[in-house]
């Protein structure tokens, strides 16, 4: 059995333990959030206390316009509760060729926040809406009660600002699964929650994304708690594939956290594992582009194992077809 992620990337192409070529930089603005979902691996919550200053957003903003064409890849917790987050965003717009928010939506209906749609169609921002499910049970056993309502409410809202009707306002459904199993074919369940989604409710998307559930944060915590970790594990490195772990997100995306340090992704960030660069210093905003001179090597570790399993997982759904 595979045992040492690290050893596995090596035995396919030594190159896999190091970043390519940067094409996305992920910046999350902390972990605050108004839902408090049992399978959060960044553990946000309505009492969030890490939120990116403005002061960190300016020196990515600069960043981001010494180096052009880029596509930023904004979350959290929930990125609009960051009291700067209008900020930087506009700022974002001005200097990456692309900008995609991760939003769970039902913040739309929090106070002060109603504004939100109308102003992501103005800047033509993407959308990755995280919707687990296409049934109010589900949605709401991960997510807490009314969740499925909101969301569709919102959803129906952005549908009537043009979001998801075209290929003009993109708006894509991110899937995790509901428990300690892998997620189905993406493409196979894109076809159900369109059928479902439009059928029931007249709700449209352009894309569906299936993610892994990564083995930390509340999602550990709920497996160590039933005595299922170790068999989720297992399970995640039992299905290791190789041609997915040819694609890991890792290799061309980096992650900043709210206090500016740079990760390989958004796992590595909740696991506090930053990138190191050769003197042995963590990398943060200030000397990314120095890092990026030198090379960028991958901190793996066992979590690793949930972008490799099956079809694989990236921010932007499977690896493999
Ligand atoms: S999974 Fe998303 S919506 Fe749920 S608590 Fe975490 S950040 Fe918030
Ligand atoms: S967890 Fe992060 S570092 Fe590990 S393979 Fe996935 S994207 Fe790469």
Same mark, same amino acid.
Do not use: I, L, S, V
């Given at each position: 059995m595979i045992v040492d992620f690290r050893k596995e990337l090596e035995s396919i192409d030594p190159r896999l333990l190091s970043l390519d070529r940067l094409e996305t930089l992920q910046v999350n603005l902390g972990n605050r959030c108004n839902q408090c979902c049992a399978h959060c691996h960044v553990q946000? $919550?309505?009492? $969030? &206390? &890490?939120i990116m200053s403005r002061k960190v957003m300016e020196k990515i903003i600069g960043f981001l316009r010494d180096r052009p064409g880029l596509t930023v890849d904004v979350t959290g917790g929930c990125p609009e509760l960051n009291p700067d987050f209008k900020f930087f965003i506009s700022g974002a717009c001005e200097a990456a060729s692309h900008v995609m928010v991760r939003t769970n939506v039902t913040v739309f209906f929090e106070p002060d926040m109603s504004w939100v749609p109308q102003w992501y169609s103005e800047k033509k921002v993407t959308l990755m809406v995280s919707l687990p499910c296409y049934t109010a049970e589900n949605v709401d056993g991960q997510r807490g009660a009314g969740a499925f309502e909101k969301s569709i409410a919102a959803l129906r809202l952005l549908n009537d600002l043009g979001y998801g009707v075209n290929g003009r306002l993109q708006m894509n459904l991110v899937y995790n699964p509901g428990g300690d199993f892998l997620p189905g074919r993406q493409d196979q369940l894109e076809v159900d929650y369109k059928g479902e989604l439009h059928e029931r409710y007249g709700v449209r998307f352009n894309r569906l994304l299936t993610i892994t559930n990564a083995p930390i944060g509340r999602f550990k915590h709920h497996l160590q708690a039933n005595g299922q970790l170790d068999q989720y594990q297992r399970l995640l490195v039992e299905n290791f594939n190789p041609n997915a772990a040819g694609n890991i997100m890792c290799r061309t995306l980096i992650s900043i956290g709210c206090d500016g340090i740079a990760y390989n992704c958004d796992f590595n960030q909740a696991l506090d594992l930053p990138i190191i660069d050769p003197r042995g210093r963590i990398v943060s905003i200030e000397r990314l582009q120095e890092a990026l001179n030198g090379g960028i090597e991958l901190v793996t570790g066992d979590h690793c194992f949930c972008c490799t399993a099956g079809a694989g997982s990236s921010c932007t759904g499977s690896l493999v077809k």
């Open positions: 946000a $919550g309505p009492n $969030g &206390e &890490e």
